[in-house]
């Protein structure tokens, strides 16, 4: 694995467990290449030229609705055409479902002039758009840029960086530490007592890290690993709550929820550690217990640096962060759902919005 990946405490995932080797059907004369859950890449200088150039060239109008897919393919083009034969198989892969998590070096260039934060606007048009960058990656890893309707205003790119005033929250908008969690665990759609589709897809890039202060996260994948079978079941019973994260507009908690489902044919998640309600069933609080633990265990990290990026399957992978500690820190973030995900899109004006 992986250069700048830390490698994960505590000791190595088991091979065998791995569910990505496969056998060729017609003999070992076909080779069939492996992927990893977790893979690494580096954009050639091309790629990363054409991305910040065209990036740039696009407006605010760009970063919603038909005229956001349209920009993401745009871009997604650009790279998939400057991309090795090797990059784009690991497109592939993720689009696939071989790959969990794929962290991209230089899909684009961050100048030096990005606006001071923390500060109580509105990002400059300049900063928005590097979103465009990760929503032509998400498109070439097989999904569509999405917003969701009760966050962020609706907007699809979110901002990661201190606002004033808020330094100190538990949320994108501060730089307090969050735990480890899926996005949109809570999956409310306000569908009562359905389990809604989590968000299939996070992008993270950075803008400006100057400390480089890492992400964390844990492909479920290599968490399955370290829990015992015991707890896995209780995962998997409709027990827990979850509640929103501190950046949705709702309060609401969904109940009656499993930590770990089925969906087209794997295991999935839905948790944020900090905010699940266990019930006082000791086989679901140890199962918690266990959970937290073997995410300690598989837990790797990445630092975005300006024009790394790192898309995971979001309910295959859990990420956090540590309490930030230079508040000029700046990622963008961008959700993806798959063009087969049965969420529901209110707005034909704004296909991109994913109502919850
Ligand atoms: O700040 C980070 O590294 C991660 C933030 C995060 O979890 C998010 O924006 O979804
Ligand atoms: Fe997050």
């Known amino acids: 694995m992986a250069k700048s990946c830390d490698l994960p405490v505590g000791p190595a995932p088991s091979a065998s467990a791995n569910d990505n080797s496969r056998t060729p059907p017609f003999g070992s004369a076909l080779r069939i290449p492996q992927y990893d859950t977790i893979e690494e890449i580096e954009m050639g200088n091309g790629c990363t030229q054409a991305v910040t150039d065209l990036v740039s060239s696009f407006s605010a109008d760009d970063l919603s609705g038909p005229r956001l897919l349209h920009a993401a393919r745009v871009i997604a083009r650009a790279i998939y055409r400057n991309a090795s034969a090797k990059t784009r198989d690991t497109f592939g892969a993720f689009v696939r479902g071989d790959t969990d998590v794929l962290i991209v070096h230089d899909l684009f260039a961050v100048p030096n002039n990005l606006e001071p934060t923390p500060n109580d606007c509105s990002p400059s048009l300049q900063s928005r758009l590097f979103a465009l960058g990760v929503a032509g990656l998400t498109f070439?890893?097989?999904?569509?840029?999405?917003?969701?309707?009760?966050?962020?205003?609706?907007?699809?790119?979110?901002?990661?960086?201190?606002?004033?005033?808020?330094?100190?929250?538990?949320?994108?908008?501060?730089?307090?530490?969050?735990?480890?969690?899926?996005?949109?665990?809570?999956?409310?759609?306000?569908?009562?007592?359905?389990?809604?589709?989590?968000?299939?897809?996070?992008?993270?890039?950075?803008?400006?890290?100057?400390?480089?202060?890492?992400?964390?996260?844990?492909?479920?994948?290599?968490?399955?690993?370290?829990?015992?079978?015991?707890?896995?079941?209780?995962?998997?019973r409709p027990d827990f709550a979850m509640a929103p994260p501190d950046s949705t507009d709702t309060a609401r908690s969904a109940s009656h929820m499993p930590i770990l489902y089925r969906r087209n044919g794997l295991l999935e998640s839905a948790y944020r550690a900090d905010k699940v309600g266990v019930p006082p069933i000791p086989e679901a609080r140890q199962a918690i217990d266990d959970l937290n633990s073997a995410i300690h265990s598989a837990a790797r990290s990445v630092i975005l640096r300006p024009g790394t990026a790192c898309i995971a399957r979001n309910p295959r992978c859990y990420h956090w962060r540590d309490k930030v500690k230079n508040p000029s820190r700046w990622l963008v973030r961008g959700f993806g759902i798959a063009p087969s995900t049965a969420a529901i899109f209110s707005n034909p004006d704004r296909p991109d919005l994913v109502h919850y």
């Open 140 to 236: 070439d890893c097989g999904h569509q840029p999405c917003a969701v309707s009760n966050e962020n205003h609706g907007l699809y790119d979110r901002h990661v960086r201190s606002t004033a005033g808020k330094e100190s929250e538990p949320s994108s908008a501060g730089g307090a530490e969050i735990g480890p969690h899926t996005e949109h665990s809570s999956r409310y759609h306000g569908d009562w007592g359905q389990f809604s589709p989590q968000i299939d897809t996070i992008c993270l890039a950075g803008l400006r890290n100057i400390d480089n202060e890492p992400t964390g996260f844990a492909a479920l994948e290599e968490v399955l690993r370290y829990l015992p079978e015991k707890s896995i079941s209780a995962l998997l």
